[in-house]
C-alpha cells in the first residue's frame, strides 16, 4: 500500500501533455502510459470491473457497495483528468518535497535563477508550516489533475482496505480535458452513475458548480507579397492584418485584467508570415448573454476587416467548446450540500466560487451525468511555479470518503 503522496510523485513523472492541434483522440498516444498504469493499481487494490478503453485512453472501474440487502443509495462517480496542459513541459518532472516550508521565497532551481517568490505569489506565505511539493523550476509538476487522480486512488485504496460501508462507487480517469475534449468519448451510460464529482479544483476546499461558458476561435488571415519596393496599395501584410484584428478587442477583457465572473478573450497562440497569419483564442464568460456578445464582436471584426482589406482576407471559425453547468446542477443542490459537508466533517471551511475555466464535469453534467466540481489542494496550476501541500492531499482523501458516507 502507498500514500497519496507516493501515488502523486509516480505519476507526475509520466508525461501526458495534450496537443490541441492534433487530430487524433486521445491526442496523444502517451496519455495512454499513465492509463495503463492506472488500470493495474486499481486491479492490484481489488477494484471491480476494471477496464481500460485502449482505443481512447479512459480508465473505468467500480467499488462495489456494501450496503445491506434492500437498502439502496444513489451510484456516486469521481472523475480526474490524466493529461497536463500545453502552457508548460510536462516532460522529465522532478518533483521536491520542501518540509515545514519556513515561509518566504523557494528557490526552485539555483542554476538557473528561477524562484517562487511571495511577492509574485503571497498566497504562499499562507503555506508556512506545511509541506510542500514542488517543481524544479523547469517544468510544470502537474497536480492539474494528478492530484486528483492520487486523492481518489487514495480514496479508493482506504475503502477497500478498511472494508468502510458506502454505496456503491464508479471511477473514471480521461484523457485530453485540458484541451476541451475529455468527454468527447466518454461512455456515459457504461459508467452507470446517478451524479458524479470532478477532482479538478484549487485551493482546499474550493466547491464549484458555475464554469464559463467557452468557445474557440481560430482566425486565419490570407495576405499578398509584394516586392517591398513597389508595394503601395498593393500588398496585404498578413501580420499586419491579424495585428489589427487582435487591436479591435477590448484591451480590459483579457485574463491578467478580470476575476470573478468577468469574462475575457485570450490570445492563446499566434504564427504569422506576409501571406498567412493565424491567431487562435479561447472565449470564455459565466453569462450566456455575454459570451454571445464577445463572440458577435469576433464575427464583427472579421467582417470589417474583410470590407476593408477584400472578401476572404479574414476567415474567423468559431467553435464551442462547453457551457455553464449551473442549470444542471440547480436541480441537484444536495450535491453541494453534500460536498460543504463532507468538508467541515474533515475540518475544512468550504468555499463555494465559480470556475473560471471549464471541467469535464461541465460537458458531462450536459451529457445527463450531474457533475459539481472539488478542489484538490493544489496552486499555480499550468506553470513552473505549481505546488500543492500535501496536508491538502490528506484532507482531500478524507473530504472523499465522508462523500461516499454520505
Same mark, same amino acid.
Given at each position: 500500500?502507498?500514500?497519496?503522496?507516493?501515488?502523486?510523485?509516480?505519476?507526475?513523472?509520466?508525461?501526458?501533455?495534450?496537443?490541441?492541434?492534433?487530430?487524433?483522440?486521445?491526442?496523444?498516444?502517451?496519455? %495512454?502510459?499513465?492509463?495503463?498504469?492506472?488500470?493495474?493499481?486499481?486491479?492490484?487494490?481489488?477494484?471491480?470491473?476494471?477496464?481500460?478503453?485502449?482505443?481512447?485512453?479512459?480508465?473505468?472501474?467500480?467499488? =462495489?457497495?456494501?450496503?445491506?440487502?434492500?437498502?439502496?443509495?444513489?451510484?456516486?462517480?469521481?472523475?480526474?483528468?490524466?493529461?497536463?496542459?500545453?502552457?508548460?513541459?510536462? $516532460?522529465? &518532472?522532478?518533483?521536491?518535497?520542501?518540509?515545514?516550508?519556513?515561509?518566504?521565497?523557494? &528557490?526552485?532551481?539555483?542554476?538557473?535563477?528561477?524562484?517562487?517568490?511571495?511577492?509574485?505569489?503571497?498566497?504562499?506565505?499562507?503555506?508556512?508550516?506545511?509541506?510542500?511539493?514542488?517543481?524544479?523550476?523547469?517544468?510544470?509538476?502537474?497536480?492539474?489533475?494528478?492530484?486528483?487522480?492520487?486523492?481518489?486512488?487514495?480514496?479508493?485504496?482506504?475503502?477497500?482496505?478498511?472494508?468502510?460501508?458506502?454505496?456503491?462507487?464508479?471511477?473514471?480517469?480521461?484523457?485530453?480535458?485540458?484541451?476541451?475534449?475529455?468527454?468527447?468519448? *466518454?461512455?456515459?451510460?457504461?459508467?452507470?452513475?446517478?451524479?458524479?464529482?470532478?477532482?479538478?479544483?484549487?485551493?482546499?476546499?474550493?466547491?464549484?458548480?458555475?464554469?464559463?461558458?467557452?468557445?474557440?476561435?481560430?482566425?486565419?488571415?490570407?495576405?499578398?507579397?509584394?516586392? =517591398?519596393?513597389?508595394?503601395?496599395?498593393?500588398?496585404?501584410?498578413?501580420?499586419?492584418?491579424?495585428?489589427?484584428?487582435?487591436?479591435?478587442?477590448?484591451?480590459?477583457?483579457?485574463?491578467?485584467?478580470?476575476?470573478?465572473?468577468?469574462? *475575457?478573450?485570450?490570445?492563446?497562440?499566434?504564427?504569422?508570415?506576409?501571406?498567412?497569419?493565424?491567431?487562435?483564442?479561447?472565449?470564455?464568460?459565466?453569462?450566456?448573454? %455575454? *459570451?454571445?456578445? $464577445?463572440?458577435?464582436?469576433?464575427?464583427?471584426?472579421?467582417?470589417?476587416?474583410?470590407?476593408?482589406?477584400?472578401?476572404?482576407?479574414?476567415?474567423?471559425?468559431?467553435?464551442?467548446?462547453?457551457?455553464?453547468?449551473?442549470?444542471?446542477?440547480?436541480?441537484?443542490?444536495?450535491?453541494?450540500?453534500?460536498?460543504?459537508?463532507?468538508?467541515?466533517?474533515?475540518?475544512?471551511?468550504?468555499?463555494?466560487?465559480?470556475?473560471?475555466?471549464?471541467?469535464?464535469?461541465?460537458?458531462?453534467? *450536459?451529457?445527463?451525468?450531474?457533475? =459539481?466540481?472539488?478542489?484538490?489542494?493544489?496552486?499555480?496550476?499550468?506553470?513552473?511555479?505549481?505546488?500543492?501541500?500535501?496536508?491538502?492531499?490528506? $484532507?482531500? &482523501?478524507?473530504?472523499?470518503?465522508?462523500?461516499?458516507?454520505?
Amino acid at each position: 500500500m502507498s500514500s497519496v503522496v507516493d501515488k502523486f510523485l509516480r505519476y507526475v513523472k509520466i508525461d501526458t501533455q495534450s496537443w490541441s492541434p492534433s487530430d487524433t483522440f486521445p491526442s496523444t498516444e502517451k496519455q %495512454k502510459d499513465l492509463g495503463r498504469l492506472l488500470t493495474k493499481e486499481l486491479q492490484e487494490m481489488g477494484a471491480s470491473d476494471v477496464k481500460f478503453d485502449e482505443q481512447f485512453g479512459y480508465v473505468y472501474a467500480t467499488i =462495489p457497495s456494501t450496503l445491506k440487502e434492500g437498502k439502496t443509495a444513489p451510484v456516486l462517480g469521481f472523475i480526474s483528468h490524466m493529461d497536463t496542459a500545453m502552457a508548460v513541459s510536462g $516532460k522529465d &518532472v522532478k518533483p521536491r518535497i520542501v518540509e515545514n516550508y519556513p515561509g518566504g521565497d523557494i &528557490v526552485l532551481n539555483e542554476a538557473l535563477g528561477i524562484v517562487t517568490s511571495v511577492s509574485d505569489f503571497p498566497a504562499l506565505q499562507k503555506r508556512a508550516g506545511k509541506t510542500l511539493i514542488v517543481t524544479d523550476g523547469t517544468t510544470l509538476l502537474g497536480a492539474d489533475d494528478k492530484a486528483g487522480i492520487a486523492e481518489i486512488l487514495q480514496m479508493a485504496e482506504d475503502i477497500l482496505r478498511d472494508d468502510l460501508p458506502h454505496g456503491t462507487v464508479k471511477i473514471a480517469f480521461t484523457p485530453d480535458e485540458e484541451i476541451g475534449n475529455g468527454p468527447v468519448k *466518454f461512455d456515459v451510460a457504461g459508467f452507470g452513475c446517478d451524479f458524479a464529482y470532478t477532482v479538478d479544483g484549487g485551493d482546499l476546499g474550493e466547491l464549484e458548480y458555475e464554469n464559463f461558458n467557452g468557445a474557440s476561435a481560430h482566425v486565419a488571415v490570407k495576405g499578398l507579397s509584394v516586392h =517591398p519596393g513597389s508595394a503601395k496599395n498593393k500588398m496585404i501584410n498578413a501580420m499586419t492584418v491579424a495585428m489589427e484584428f487582435a487591436s479591435l478587442l477590448p484591451k480590459h477583457e483579457v485574463p491578467e485584467n478580470t476575476e470573478g465572473y468577468e469574462g *475575457f478573450a485570450h490570445l492563446v497562440g499566434m504564427q504569422g508570415e506576409i501571406e498567412h497569419a493565424t491567431l487562435d483564442y479561447i472565449i470564455r464568460d459565466h453569462d450566456m448573454e %455575454k *459570451f454571445e456578445a $464577445k463572440k458577435a464582436r469576433f464575427q464583427k471584426i472579421a467582417d470589417y476587416l474583410n470590407d476593408k482589406y477584400g472578401a476572404g482576407t479574414v476567415v474567423l471559425n468559431l467553435t464551442d467548446t462547453y457551457y455553464n453547468m449551473k442549470q444542471q446542477i440547480a436541480p441537484h443542490m444536495f450535491l453541494i450540500e453534500d460536498a460543504e459537508q463532507a468538508m467541515r466533517d474533515a475540518g475544512v471551511e468550504p468555499l463555494v466560487v465559480p470556475i473560471r475555466g471549464g471541467t469535464d464535469g461541465a460537458r458531462l453534467s *450536459f451529457m445527463g451525468l450531474p457533475c =459539481p466540481n472539488l478542489s484538490t489542494g493544489g496552486h499555480n496550476f499550468h506553470g513552473r511555479f505549481e505546488y500543492i501541500p500535501v496536508q491538502s492531499m490528506d $484532507k482531500m &482523501v478524507e473530504v472523499l470518503l465522508n462523500l461516499v458516507r454520505v
